[in-house]
């Protein structure tokens, strides 16, 4: 059983910066696709970045390319999302999952995008942008 847990989240200005992780255990953290998605208040969740199983490739929605990096450390079993010139819009609970597969896999570009790809999900971080 893969367990995720995020910390890293707080109240921030415009512009600001935050990082956030998100600590796994369970299983082998190097095979796993590592996602991060949040959901703001009345919406869906939205994907934001996703990083492969070996941490060569990475995926953003439009709305944080340029902005958000997503970075994977398997020795530390840590997915790392640097944020940088937060929005007001970036206000969210800030999810992490992970494709929990028991074999590396790599999918094809638009899988990434798709929440239905990651199995295990962590309790969320808030995010609050603020002018």
Not at 19 to 47: D, H, I
Not at 51 to 72: H, L, N, P, Q
Not at 76 to 104: I, P
């Amino acid at each position: 059983q893969v367990q995720l847990a995020e910390s890293g989240g707080g109240s921030v200005q415009t512009g600001d910066s935050l990082r956030l992780s998100c600590a796994a255990s369970g299983g082998t953290f190097s095979n796993y696709v590592m996602g991060w998605f949040r959901q703001a208040p009345g919406k869906e969740r939205e994907f934001v970045a996703a990083v492969s199983w070996s941490g060569e490739y990475t995926y953003y929605a439009d709305s944080v390319k340029g902005r958000f990096i997503i970075s994977k450390d398997n020795a530390k079993n840590t997915v790392y999302l640097q944020m940088n010139s937060l929005k007001a819009e970036d206000t969210a609970v800030y999810y992490c999952g992970a494709d929990g597969r028991v074999r590396a896999t790599t999918y094809t570009a638009n899988q990434y995008f798709r929440r239905g790809l990651y199995k295990y999900w962590g309790q969320g971080t808030q995010v609050t942008v603020s002018s």
